[in-house]
Structure formats: C-alpha cells, structure tokens
C-alpha cells in the first residue's frame, strides 16, 4: 500500500475539474452530444465523451418504476422533461434504433472538435443492469462485440479510455479489463469516490487506473436538501476544490437539451473562478506514474437507486 498527497499531482494554487460526459440514448446523441461540442469548443475547452454505440433499449428501465426510490427520482427530477418521452419509451415494446450503426458521424463529431472519445457501452440498459449477472464468457463476448463496432465507426482504432454505464462493476468486468484483448485502454472512469488508483477487488489489485467521478450528477441532488435548478451551479462550485482530484458527470440527455442553459453558464462561471476543465485524459497523464491502491466495494450513494462502485482510501 501506497501513501500519496494529492499535491504531488495537483498544484495547491491550481483547480481542475475534469469533464465527463456520457452520451446513453439516441436522443442524447443526435441532440445532446452536437450542442455540447459546439459550446464546448467555442469556449475553448475540451472534455471526455463516454459513447454508447449499440442500441438504445432505454425504455426497458419503465420497468424499474415499480420500485418507490426509482420512481421518486424520476418525479424530483421531472424525467419526462427532463429526457423526453421518446427516451423514456426507446426500446420498451419494439427494439431500440442502433445508435452506432446510423449516427457515425455524430459520434465522431467529438473527436473533429479536438475533445477525447471514451467506450461507455455497447448496449446500456443492458450494461448497466445485467453486470453484476454476466459470466466472464459474455463479459468478453459483449465487450469484443463493442470493441468491434468501435473500430467501425473510428476507421480501424480501439478505444483508450473505458467506464462502465450507471458505475457498475463486477469482479468478470474488472478481470476483462486487465486482459490481454483491452490493451489499448489506458485508464477506466466505472467508480464514484475522491481518490484515484489502482482498485482492490475481491483482494486482488487490478492494473487499470481507476479516475472516479468525485462530484454528485444533477438527477441526485436536484430536489434534495434545497438544491434546485436556481441554485444548482452554485452547489456544485462550491464542492470543487483546489490542489484535489475533481471529476464532474454530465448526461447529453439533461445538460445536452433540457439544462443546456444552465450548463453553460456553469461552464462560463469556471471561467471566472479559475477552474480549468479538461479531458480525463488530461488527468490520466497528470496522475499516470503513482503506485496508489484504492478500496473498491459496492455501496449505495444519496439520490440514486441502487448501490455503485466507490473508490476509498485503504
């Protein structure tokens, strides 16, 4: 086990917050992912888009609103607003439109405006519920099939940053990850913690840096503790921290299209504080040389259904 300070990687006088943003949905892509590049670019500023390139079978999650604490959140989050009802039916009584297949070029939009592209999931309701469930054999089978279809849409390459859809993880996933067939990927953003490292799972250490989303998402806290859309940005600012890892997630799908306003004066308010957003990849070659062990378990985080990796200090 390894004792670091952050400061070694983070310069006490500097703040930095890396900028993840998944694209899930069909609607995401074709609407979300387009906005944000532009606005992104147009204020000079770069970050990791995580692409789901299967189908979109989102409107299977209709299911989960027979559990209270799913269904709760999407009434504080006003889910039909906020994603669209065409999300919330996707792939419900009919098979999902296959996002990677039709909308290529919209997926390769990110890399045309100098951002970094990640691997989020080939089919995400199915990634996102099924991969505590999945035996290694389908672990490998549905990710080559993924890698694959990566290699399609980005003329021949393979992905270099990977994360896990709603930061789920299971010991097959991580065993994967470490193999021989994801040697292209760098470094993996599947957990929710404040420390990067190395992930202890099962007492074993896996070799696939973990960079954490260290900051809450907007459907987690808006409605809670008097967080509302007046006083989001403000709320998040305020847990951004200098000399520190800071990982922030968004969603095409809410700060692409219903909050896009709302983001982008976030975006101009770390402007004026002086908070750097960059790639995680930026992050990775910050960090890259430590020898850091983290704690990886299971747990279930405030304002999300469900229990979801978190890395932890040893």
Known sequence: MVMEDDRKYFAE?????????????????????????????????????????????????????????????????????????????KGFLWPGPDIGTNLKEILRMPLHHNHEVALHAYDHYKWQTRISKMCAEEVKLDNLKAFERWKNIFGGALPRAAGSPGWQLSEEWLDFADSKYCSSILYRSDSRGSVFGY???????????????????????????????????????????????????????????????????????????????????????????????VRLHMEQIPGRDGKVAIVSKK
């Open 199 to 293: 992930p202890e799972f099962g007492r074993k250490v896996y070799e696939k840096l973990q960079i954490p989303t260290t900051l809450p998402t907007y459907d987690e806290v808006i409605g809670r503790n008097g967080v509302t859309n007046e006083n989001y940005n403000e709320y998040i600012l305020s847990l951004i921290e200098p000399g520190q890892l800071n990982v922030l997630t968004i969603h095409a799908e809410s700060e692409g299209i219903a909050c896009f306003d709302m983001f982008k004066d976030f975006v101009k308010a770390c402007k004026d504080k002086n908070i750097k957003i960059v790639p995680l990849g930026d992050i990775y070659n910050k960090i890259k040389d430590t020898k850091r062990v």
């Open 13 to 89: 006088n500097e703040t930095i917050l890396g900028l993840k943003i998944d694209v899930d949905t069909w609607r995401g892509t074709i609407m979300g992912l387009p906005s944000l590049a532009n606005m992104l670019q147009e204020e000079g500023i770069r970050a990791t888009f995580f692409l789901t390139i299967g189908p979109d079978n989102m409107g299977k999650h209709i299911w989960r609103l027979v559990k209270p604490k799913f269904f709760l959140k999407m009434l504080r989050g006003n889910a039909a607003k906020l994603y669209g009802f065409d999300i919330l039916f």
